[in-house]
């Protein structure tokens, strides 16, 4: 899954494109690098981050959105929690709803993506990226993880959606603090027993730096590592900003776990 930033702000820079032709672009280029999915996103939910207007987030991803869907018959998700946003992307052609608060700012995305029989990743957080690092307290962080997922994992099925459309993430750097992150990559396999496709998100994120000592710019290295560790233990899907080298750590990886 190929990260697509339209925002002037998210954690990343590199990340970041601005117009609509610049992000059509990029996006045709992950889809040659071999992406499987492009992952279109508004507003950045980077740690400490204030939300945009839906309007605004409109304003970003759905040219983008209407643009690509001519051009590539890839799945394309769009990352929001805002049904106004929903509505209008599925009606546009979007495969699938990245819901960063996994159903708990918004039920009614749940009922949108029934309607358009689309696919929803629910992800693990605990309030909002504005305020969720204060939020980073637990116990055993791996089963209060696994059980908040529940949570949402019935909020959509009982507003109609499809369990075979669901994909779970247990949110890396999302109200986590960095040694959260790494116990949950260290059990991963304990979110696959629940049965749903498995999403992890780490490219270049700070807890990678905390480790590595590497600013954001400098660490691709680590995430490739991370990433071959989550695929071999049991993530169906990784979320990056280097499409190129995470096509070959995934092909790699892969062929090593199957075995």
């Not at 009614?108 to 992800?123: G, N, P, Q, T, W």
């Not at 190129?244 to 199957?258: G, H, Q």
């Amino acid at each position: 899954m190929g990260i697509l930033n339209i925002t002037s702000d998210s954690f990343y820079s590199g990340s970041r494109v601005n117009g609509i032709d610049l992000a059509v672009e990029r996006g045709l280029k992950f889809i040659e690098e071999g992406a499987q999915i492009i992952d279109i996103g508004g507003e950045s939910t980077r740690p400490g981050s204030a939300s945009v207007s839906a309007e605004e987030e409109l304003q970003k991803v759905i040219p983008v959105l209407k643009r690509l869907r001519k051009l590539t018959n890839i799945p394309i998700s769009i990352d929001t929690y805002k049904p106004e946003v929903v509505e209008v992307a599925l009606y546009e052609g979007a495969d699938i709803i990245n819901d960063i608060t996994g159903l708990r700012y918004s039920d009614r995305i749940a009922e949108l993506v029934s309607k358009f029989d689309a696919y929803l990743i629910l992800m693990h957080i605990r309030g909002m990226p504005a305020n969720m690092q204060e939020r980073a307290n637990y116990t055993n962080v791996v089963e209060e993880i696994s059980s908040e997922l529940d949570i949402s994992i019935n909020r959509a099925i009982n507003r109609g959606v499809n369990k075979n459309r669901i994909i779970i993430d247990p949110g890396i750097g999302f109200a986590k603090r960095s040694f959260h992150n790494l116990l949950i990559l260290k059990n991963l396999k304990r979110f696959k027993e629940k049965g749903y496709p498995l999403l992890v998100g780490l490219s270049r994120k700070s807890f990678i730096g905390v480790y590595t000592g590497l600013p954001t710019e400098d660490r691709l290295i680590p995430t490739v590592a991370a990433n071959a560790i989550s695929i071999f233990n049991g993530a169906d899907i990784i979320r990056v900003h280097d499409v190129k080298e995470a096509y070959f750590t995934v092909k790699i990886s892969d062929a090593i776990a199957r075995l």
